[in-house]
């Protein structure tokens, strides 16, 4: 099945971005990025160059995978942009994943200094896929400012809780004119399923994966998950029905 | 991954077994099942002799799948046992899929007949492989009868409803001493995913298949929605937090 | 509004019952019966004789309530039978609440036996009100061998998951050709609510109050739950609707 | 029980707030109003003035409900500003439910618009009550800006789904240091007592009394279930468990 997903002009065969952060080493991250068959990889600008699997692991996904440096930890539009800006001289990319924190126990984003932060960044020539509520009207107004794609969250991050609002993924994806990238909340395989029927163009994930307990399998899972969701969404699935109904026909049946 | 399915001393590969009623044509069927890689088939005893996708239906599937005869549309035990022995004869197998359905209306199994069916049938050397409700009770004892899985439903048949009651169905699997295979309800893949996350041995289906826009692809989906879902219970999963964590380390941000 | 709970010929003004047990003192229990409006009161056969508030429970509530021995712990139906048979000498009463429960993990019922000892005892002329589990088959065939009400469980006893599943209780009520009472699972007043606006003619509930931080505040909130729910489903709700719509009008906006 | 609701300083003993649209006929509303307990009634500014149920409705309800005015309609902060101006001239009031929809299908609060709004008419003396998303990092601000209460959906307008996402709207409550009310989507008794048990501290609807099949009884459902979850939320509810637990002892049992 030919099926690529488009950001940004640029085509990728997998629809599951993988994050970086928290495995148990570096040979189990690499496997596991295997196991998934990502094609984009979320690494944090600080991590990246200062700490995590050693100096080398940009160089170890060098080529193989691309690279999608994020603002993880920022919580004010000055910081984004900075760390936006000190990932595209680092790591010679001008791609970022726009995270900026409103609270530090919900880890939800601050839509209002968001918008901000994606316009800004939007007019400096960057590629832009904002981490975002599931708020439709919010989602819309990024693509007005230009991002490439919206990623709207399913739950808190790290918390493993799957989608918690159906109705607002769905309206999401019916209306958007980019992609959406459900990110955040997945928890396993059947949440990632039900992220591309819902409609969503790809899931990321990383806790799931990588603290997990074998994060290996668990990305195989789950790709497999976000294939079998996506195919399900294009083979158009069967309608709800509140009544029971035969598969097998009643005809010639023994005792009729 | 060699994670076989054991059922009655026989091992399969495939977790999927797929319904063979109401495609659109022969070729879709056969093209669905090869998509699924299900290595169980289920056919309905009238249908296999006297109708349905011509009379080389058997001779076509020969050697590729196992054939599980099932008693569809069978209301009292008299009915379903008459209907066993029948398959026994015509397709040479001593298994069988038991249904002994309550009513029209929601084709809920008749769970008191159904053992003493199961029983009755049990004793007269047939594999038995009954269609019961989520009861944790029943399920226990349709083990104890002898029966050599249980397939409780998720939803009523042709509903497409998913699995209603997550709490009996993981509760079976937790306690069952014999494979649980998930039967009834599934509507798409991420449904599929999630039968085998609360611990189901495998996943039944057709009509979720058969009756979609696309069976080919859905039966591909439906593959992966098992597969996926499998990976992610024999992983483990992360557990489901009430709060966000996250996945990036907080060390060496800009601004702090 | 007159709306009374007909069960045998009797009628209650109160569609809530509540149980007995477990109370911190038996002040606490009066109030909170008091505080419930109920009229229905199940007590267990062994407590309403030997222990429990004092010998004095019987006398305290006599006249007030409708007494409803149940036959809780018992896992045959020769020791359901005699329970039932010693409560209606000792009690005085031929009402009998009919649990016979298939194991002591999850207290669910075991519905095969359930039916033999409800039929035993509809012959020896009690009111029969058996504890079942949400299997609309099942809750038929208790009315066919003549019970004077269902008792489904929303979820196990005690563990306030409230309703697992909508759907089979939904079909039970419509279905039910005698009254059905929500047994088990309530937590809250919101599931006691839900139990009414399904379509069920009463609630049973005991834990949900008797344990809660303030019994009797709780049991008001279970009447005023189970009294809203009951107004609701008469009053017949507005249906869902997957798209918006404003209450008010959009003539005569400023700016239009 | 005193219980009062306070907002801005003003206290009001019923935690249902009512609107006044789309009744069949002005009796009706009156009677529903009565039914519901309101003490808090919306009205829309335009209606008031120029529509709906007769010139006499603000005569009709004065000195029995305090008037909170909204701005339903408005799409731009100008257009919601003046609507709040020309209320506090009308209907001599400086509260205001203020709306600011961000399109016409999904009616969802423009939330960057809403803050702007709210900031201003704070400034201006205003009582804001912001109709809003359920974005715990909004809300916050919101209440930073200096409204007197949040108003964050349960489900789009008028849809009557209940509360899509149960954990955003705890998390609003459990941080939020002004009132939470929760405002659109409640279709049934149950939901507004679930809204309460969630920790709201009150519940705002329309939609779901004035277009049941009998407005007057549902408002009386209404008002039962907000008041038992409110008290159910006070009473402290059990844990929910896994496991079942008896209620009943297990000492004394027939045939142990």
């Not at 690499?30 to 600008?45: H, Y």
């Not at 994966?209 to 158009?236: I, T, Y």
Request: a negative charge.
């Amino acid at each position: 099945m030919n099926d690529p997903l488009k950001i940004a002009g640029k085509s990728f065969q997998s629809r599951l971005f993988l994050g970086s952060a928290g495995y148990p080493n570096q040979q189990v991250f690499l496997d596991s990025l295997a196991a998934s068959g990502s094609e984009i990889l979320t690494v944090s600008v600080r991590r990246a160059d200062l700490t995590g699997y050693g100096e080398g692991l940009l160089d170890l996904v060098a080529g193989k995978v691309w690279l999608l440096p994020n603002t993880a930890g920022c919580s004010t539009v000055k910081d984004a942009v900075l760390t936006a800006q000190l990932a595209r001289e680092a790591m010679d990319t001008n791609w970022i994943k726009l995270e900026l924190i409103g609270d530090r126990e919900t880890l939800y984003p601050d839509v209002e200094q968001l918008l901000r932060a994606a316009d800004e960044l939007v007019r400096e020539g960057f590629v832009v896929l904002p981490y975002c509520t599931d708020d439709p009207i919010i989602c819309r107004r990024l693509a007005d400012v230009g991002c490439a794609a919206v990623m709207p969250l399913g739950a808190p991050i790290g918390t493993g809780l799957g989608i918690l609002n159906h109705y607002n993924i769905e309206t999401i994806c019916r209306n958007s004119t980019i992609p959406v990238v459900l990110d955040a909340g997945i928890g396993t395989a059947s949440d990632a399923a039900l992220a591309m029927e819902l409609g969503c163009d790809a899931v990321l994930l990383n806790t799931a994966v990588s603290k997990s307990n074998d994060p290996v399998m668990m990305a195989a899972a789950m790709r497999a998950g976000v294939e079998g969701g996506r195919m399900a969404r294009l083979a158009g699935r069967i309608p709800k029905r509140l009544r029971a109904e035969a598969s097998s026909p009643e005809l010639g049946l023994i005792g009729t």
